[in-house]
């Protein structure tokens, strides 16, 4: 069981929004302002998208943006492309000895 | 451009201890601020934290494999290795290396796939 809880899949047509949620605890995301958030396709290596909750690397598109309330953390992505169809990841730096904690992944589909 | 490439032995026999390098280019892996990390996914699953050293030299475990984990760093060769000791199936993956702060994993190695089989 991941310490992050994100939903399995989402799915949306070309040109929508679509919302993926990300909830952790006090301890995590709720104390920490470490929310980071990847996106992968198959066979290779994970992506950064968006780190300390809501910054963009150079590179990404701005139709990626992220936010936080509370426990939880959400990845916003606008104008769904297909290229954007891929498994997404996000993580928060927590309390502890134990530094990071990811979450399980959601499976994004653009129909 | 920093890259991270991740080397070893892809078929590991149960019991038996698994071994990874990740070699560190274009850049020093005594860089302040930095941590260097290893996290793993199974086939078919999705990404666990493994450990990670700090440039201070203070590693960091998964509390659920810490028993069986050491991280270890070669500055020298800007190198550092993960070791886990009394493999099974479970521990079969693609284990990445990574640079990583207090946020991002943002520079990523190509993964390395285990196998552990007899």
């Known amino acids: 069981q991941s310490a992050l809880t994100q939903p399995a899949s989402v799915s949306g047509s070309p040109g929508q929004s679509i919302t993926i949620s990300c909830t952790g605890t006090s301890s995590d995301i709720g104390y920490y302002n470490y929310v980071s958030w990847y996106h992968q396709h198959p066979g290779k290596a994970p992506k950064l998208m968006i780190y300390d909750v809501s910054i963009r690397p150079s590179g990404v598109s701005n139709r990626f943006s992220g936010s936080k309330s509370g426990n939880t953390a959400s990845l916003t992505i606008s104008g769904l492309q297909a290229e954007d169809e891929a498994d997404y990841y996000c993580?928060?730096?927590?309390?502890?000895?134990?530094?990071?904690?990811f979450g399980g992944g959601t499976k994004l589909t653009v129909l | 451009q920093l890259q991270l490439q991740e080397s070893g032995p892809g078929l590991v026999k149960p019991s038996e201890t698994l071994s990874l390098t990740c070699t560190v280019s274009a850049g020093s892996i005594s860089s302040r601020s930095f941590y260097w990390g290893w996290i793993r996914q199974p086939p078919g699953k999705g990404l666990e934290w493994v450990g990670s050293?700090?440039?201070?030299?203070?590693?960091y475990y998964n509390p659920s494999l810490k028993s069986r984990v050491t991280i270890s760093v070669d500055t020298s060769k800007n190198q550092f290795s993960l070791n886990l000791s009394s493999v099974t199936a479970a521990d079969t993956a693609v284990y990445f290396c990574?640079?990583?702060?207090?946020?991002?994993?943002?520079?990523w190695g190509q993964g390395a796939l285990v196998t552990v089989s007899s």
């Open positions: 990574a640079r990583h702060s207090e946020g991002p994993f943002d520079l």
């Open positions: 993580s928060s730096y927590t309390s502890g000895n134990t530094l990071v904690v």
């Open positions: 050293f700090f440039y201070s030299g203070t590693t």
